[in-house]
């Protein structure tokens, strides 16, 4: 991609004033929080600014930028410094096989632009042969067509196919059959046949079928590589939402700055509140609140001080802390997770496609009944010619045409129907692993809840004493210090915040009153007492010794009842797995109507349940939002992910839905069960039509515009059953689970 | 007749060329960022703003 990025950059946009006679590195940074124009602006400008720099050239779909700098003059680091001075995240991208997929697809592209120049010039010629043959064109005229045909169809299909000729030598190569292997020699034979009879002037000319289906081919081959580059692309993103840069202090106190990468463990990082945390450690003085929502999905921070065991990636809240690492960067719990999933993918990768099913039986039976018809003209004594005419015919009237566009005209309903609710399908064999689904396990913050802690007991809370509450609470970045102002404000209350708050780490906020201080936090440290009693709370002390409890909880999203029921009715199984407490985890799965539910279950803990399923017969699907489902969702059968998820999740999710409903996964589910029954119906048109064709191409009858014909009738009326599923009304439990 | 000694150079001249567009701008990566494209063109100074302290 190097050399590709370099060229675009040389051209308008972003020039820094050339250093003469200086030499020139390209450095590629994965940019996290890149999310609009503006901020792709502001990372061009702010890398401009770094002495040395030549060109950056952002890019808003990759979250990446690429920049030309000179080496003597500036390195990786300060530019990932230059960008955390203006908010962004940035890191040094690890080039691997993105390079070589993003290769791959714009091979395909290419490969689609010629062959969709060269169908759309040989339909040009073809349909003026078959015009002409009912009216008055003359046989030179219409031989003349046949050759620019040829002319054309030729070299574009040459060049155009290849993937499909790479792909059956392969197969033939491991002795086993594939698609590509009929599609092959389809193309192959059509062709070669066609330039024969262009040759004798005679009308058996099939340019037009050969170039077409290599066009519509490659729009699915195409297609198919964008989903699994994007995939990828997001899994090596996540190495960037590692901290990249670490203070070390040394033996005789120096602090020093260094790269995430390049710590050992037994070294003393110092990491500042508002700071990532750059390795696993363990905290060995001062004392702190740890935000460990991206690694176990959980939005309450842990409390941590001397002795505690924290994770890389996580947030230090409230105050600095020293940490002594114990594991550095490819043995963090990050990697780990990025580990874990890439291995959950590849697992996946074996799943055979419904499309790919029906081709297994699909492909011996063309061949049999192409060499059938070869063999039966030969022994009848039709000579050579005829008999390889029509089994060509034959291969051409069989060709997968209607065959490949069965399932993916059903999908593209299915999603577009789907997108028009508010779910986007992004895995291209999603919808048909999610109609295979029979057990549903569910994350719970975030998925089944709303991730964000309400006050639960608003009622027993005067408005002066939520006001007062919130002065305090507004200076924090707790999830309940938000959820009080939020409570407050929702109360249309003024909210100002309070003089002189100060945070204590573990505890809560104090801000002085006359006399005494008012206080809001933890029951401990309120009141003096802890009685342990209620764990989702805040006291409040308002300076003259009232104190009011603030209960909190994470209330469910409000249809999740009626969604497990009707989960429930359609004969799917339900589970709650969750990184949260056990107390939490059970309340909530009692209010949803879950029986089934573990906590404190680990990412690799999820996906050893899942695996458990699995090796029950079960065919789950996961739904969950946090990075510490991430590799859960992919080894799942299916997943979905809401769209509040985090980016690794959505990229492994195979659908992402939008609102604060969870019906969605029912209308999935039910839209994923009708396109496999509507895929199996389109299968069946397609051999209802074979089944009147090919008898005629066996007895020689097909003339390339019958063939033509034929070919676009089954396709159209493939396509046209396709699209009744836009307006059907579809319900989960009248649809049979189909495998 | 005589028409199409004319009428199908022009159409394949003019498929050659949306062609020859096509593999430029592939070529020349206009399909590497679609997203950051569009926004890129209702941005105001981006291009005549001097870096500040750049050498």
Redo the contacts between chains.
């Keep these: 991609m190097g050399q590709a990025l370099t060229s675009v950059l040389d051209g308008p946009g972003a020039a820094a004033p050339n250093i003469p006679g200086s030499r020139s590195e390209t450095v590629s940074l994965v940019v996290e929080d890149m999310y609009c124009g503006a901020c792709m602006t502001t990372v061009e400008r702010a890398l401009l600014g770094v002495p040395g720099v030549r060109t950056a050239r952002a890019n808003l779909s990759a979250r990446r930028a690429t920049v030309a700098l000179d080496p003597s003059l500036s390195d990786a680091q300060s530019l990932i410094d230059t960008l955390s001075r203006e908010g962004y995240r940035a890191a040094e991208a690890i080039e691997t096989t993105d390079v070589r997929d993003a290769r791959r697809a714009d091979d395909l592209l290419r490969r689609l632009g010629v062959a969709g120049f060269a169908s759309a010039n040989v339909m040009l010629l073809s349909v003026s042969v078959w015009a002409g043959a009912a009216s008055d064109m003359d046989q030179s005229a219409a031989s003349l067509f046949h050759w620019l045909s040829a002319l054309i169809a030729m070299p574009s299909i040459a060049y155009a196919a290849q993937p499909f000729f790479g792909s059956a030598a392969a197969a033939l190569r491991a002795r086993r059959l594939n698609m590509d292997v009929p599609i092959s020699l389809g193309i192959t034979l059509a062709t070669s046949m066609s330039l024969f009879q262009t040759v004798r002037g005679s009308h058996q000319v099939y340019f037009d079928a050969a170039i077409m289906l290599t066009f519509f081919l490659l729009i699915g081959r195409f297609l198919d590589e964008q989903v699994r580059i994007k995939a990828r692309g997001a899994a090596e993103n996540l190495l960037g939402l590692k901290a990249l840069t670490a203070t070390v202090i040394g033996g005789d106190g120096a602090v020093q700055r260094m790269a995430a990468r390049l710590l050992k463990p037994g070294m003393q990082v110092y990491v500042a509140a508002g700071e990532r945390v750059p390795v696993d450690g363990r905290v060995v003085s001062g004392k702190t609140d740890i935000d460990e929502s991206l690694i176990t999905g959980e939005t309450l921070p842990r409390w941590a001080e001397a002795g505690s065991e924290i994770h890389a990636g996580t947030l230090n809240m409230t105050a600095a802390v020293i940490v002594e690492a114990t594991a550095t960067d490819d043995s963090t719990l990050l990697a780990e997770i990025a580990r874990l999933m890439q291995a959950a993918e590849q697992g996946r990768g074996q799943y055979v496609r419904l499309a790919d099913r029906a081709s297994r039986l699909y492909a011996p039976a063309v061949h049999v009944l192409g060499a059938a018809t070869f063999i039966g003209w030969m022994l009848i004594g039709a000579g050579w010619e005829a008999a390889l005419t029509y089994a060509t015919a034959v291969l051409i009237i069989t060709c997968p045409c209607a065959l490949a566009l069965a399932v993916p005209a059903v999908q593209v309903a299915a999603t577009s129907r789907l997108f028009g609710k508010g779910v986007i399908v992004k895995a291209a064999d999603g919808l048909e692993r999610l109609a295979e689904t029979d057990t549903v396990v569910f994350d719970k913050t975030g998925t089944l809840t709303r991730g964000e802690p309400v006050l639960r007991n608003g009622g027993d809370v005067s408005d002066a004493v939520l006001v007062d509450a919130a002065s305090l609470a507004v200076a924090s970045r707790h999830p309940y210090s938000k959820a009080v102002v939020r409570a407050a404000r929702a109360r249309g209350l003024a909210v100002v915040a309070a003089q002189g708050v100060l945070e204590v780490p573990g505890s809560g906020l104090l801000a002085p009153c006359g006399e005494g201080e008012r206080r809001l936090g933890s029951e401990a440290w309120v009141t003096g007492t802890d009685t342990a009693a209620q764990p989702e709370s805040l006291w409040y002390d308002d300076g003259n010794g009232t104190i009011t409890v603030l209960r909190f909880e994470d209330e469910l999203r409000p249809d999740a009842r009626v969604v497990v029921s009707a989960l429930k009715a359609a004969g799917y199984e339900v589970s709650l797995l969750s990184g949260d407490r056990p107390a939490a985890v059970e309340r909530a799965a009692r209010a949803a109507g879950i029986d089934v539910w573990s906590a404190s279950v680990r990412p690799d803990g999820k996906i050893a349940a899942i695996e458990a399923l699995k090796a029950q017969g079960r065919r789950v699907l996961m739904v969950g939002d946090g990075l510490n489902d991430a590799p859960a969702l992919a080894a799942a059968y299916a997943s979905l992910s809401p769209s509040t998820a985090t980016d690794i999740s959505q990229t492994a999710a195979d659908a992402v839905f939008q609102g604060q409903s969870l019906a969605p996964i029912l209308e999935t589910l039910a839209v994923a069960r009708a396109t496999q029954r509507m895929s199996l119906e389109n299968f069946g048109i397609a051999i209802a039509y074979n089944i009147v064709f090919v008898p005629l191409a066996i007895g020689g009858w097909v003339t390339p515009l019958i063939a033509a014909l034929a070919m676009s009738l089954s396709s159209i009326a493939v396509t046209v059953n396709a699209l009744r599923l836009r307006r059907r009304s579809l319900s989960l439990a009248s649809m049979r689970r189909m495998t | 007749?005589s028409a199409?000694a004319w009428l199908?150079p022009c159409?394949?001249v003019l498929?050659?060329a949306?062609?020859a567009a096509?593999?430029w701008a592939?070529n020349?990566?206009q399909?590497?960022?679609?997203?950051?494209a569009?926004?890129?063109a209702?941005?105001d100074d981006?291009?005549e703003?001097k870096?500040?302290?750049?050498?």
């Design positions: 007749m199409l199908i159409a394949l498929g050659g949306g062609l096509f593999l592939l020349s990566g399909f590497e960022d679609l997203e950051g569009g926004w890129r209702i941005q981006a291009e703003r870096p500040p302290n750049a050498g």
